[in-house]
């Protein structure tokens, strides 16, 4: 199992960015997947899950309204879009399958 993130970076307040998963080495359509992200001295966390074909999302109560996953299973990617990003959400983000997989992470840093 192989999953590699994509499309971090540093972002103004109030600003957005695409972060995207590319999966390989399973049967994507058939595994949830997930965003998780930890920030400098605190736990991981997670912020937001879709399931195996794309009709249930859930999202962390610090994101809702801001954040949106998706998938194309086509592609086998899963992508975190991420609007209206403030300070706080300047973390590390994890791409994660429900097997227990993880990927390397991707910074996300949002400051003036």
């Known amino acids: 199992v192989q999953l590699v993130e994509s499309g971090g970076g540093l972002v103004q307040p109030g600003g957005s960015l695409r972060l995207s998963c590319a999966a390989s080495?399973?049967?994507?359509?058939?595994?949830?997947m997930s965003w998780y992200r930890q920030a400098p001295g605190k736990e991981r966390e997670s912020v937001a899950r879709?399931?195996?074909?794309?009709?249930?999302?859930n999202y962390a109560d610090s994101v809702k309204g801001r954040f949106t996953i998706s998938r194309d299973n086509a592609k086998n990617r899963v992508y975190l879009q991420m609007n209206s990003l403030k300070p706080e959400d300047t973390a590390v983000y994890y791409c994660?399958?429900?097997?227990?997989?993880w990927g390397q992470g991707t910074q996300v840093t949002v400051s003036s």
């Open positions: 080495g399973f049967t994507f359509s058939s595994y949830a």
């Open positions: 879709i399931s195996s074909l794309g009709g249930s999302t």
């Open positions: 994660f399958q429900q097997m227990g997989f």
